[in-house]
């Protein structure tokens, strides 16, 4: 009897991190703007139109420069401790866009190095305008294409 609840126990414990695991790993990147600078993906999982047809949400993947890590540093290395971030990659991002008045909203910036793991979490939320022929606005056209296309 003990043995039979601790096979159980062991099983549903191995079922339950495998499902959470899977979850952690269900990104569908897909590429949206690109040029000799950076890379922008999205997750094609996160796509969703919030209240209204023009506005977008969509996390978003953008491959990082050095360049772009080092103004990332000195933005920040008041506030966290920068030594490893010279390890950084990618950066996921949350964002918002409004298509209508152009607004972006963007938030809950996490940084990751070539394995995936996890190096910063930056929880600020910023709210730009995005100009004409810019990255975000050939970024968010791409998308809306996409949205509409599938």
């Known amino acids: 009897m003990i043995k039979r609840n601790l096979l ?3 099983c549903l414990f191995m079922l339950f991190f495998t499902v959470a ?4 790993t ?3 990147w897909q590429t949206a703007y690109k040029d000799n600078n950076s890379t922008v993906y999205f997750d094609t999982n996160t796509v ?4 209204s047809p023009d506005i977008l949400g969509v996390d ?3 491959n990082l420069s050095q360049i772009m890590i080092q103004e990332l540093t000195n933005k920040y290395k008041a506030s966290y401790d920068t030594n490893n971030w010279d390890k950084i990659k990618y950066s ?3 964002t918002i866009y409004n298509q209508k008045d152009k607004s972006l909203v963007s938030k809950n910036y996490r940084f990751f ?4 793991n996890l190096i910063a979490t930056i929880n600020d939320e910023s709210k730009t305008v995005v100009s004409t022929d810019s990255i975000e606005s050939k970024t968010y056209t791409a ?4 949205l509409y296309e599938n």
């Open 113 to 116: 190095d070539n394995n995936n």
């Open 21 to 24: 695991s899977a979850a952690d």
């Open 8 to 10: 159980l126990i062991t």
């Open 26 to 28: 269900q990104s569908n």
């Open 48 to 51: 969703k139109t919030i209240g």
């Open 92 to 94: 996921i991002t949350s």
């Open 60 to 62: 978003l993947k953008t």
């Open 143 to 146: 998308i809306f294409e996409w």
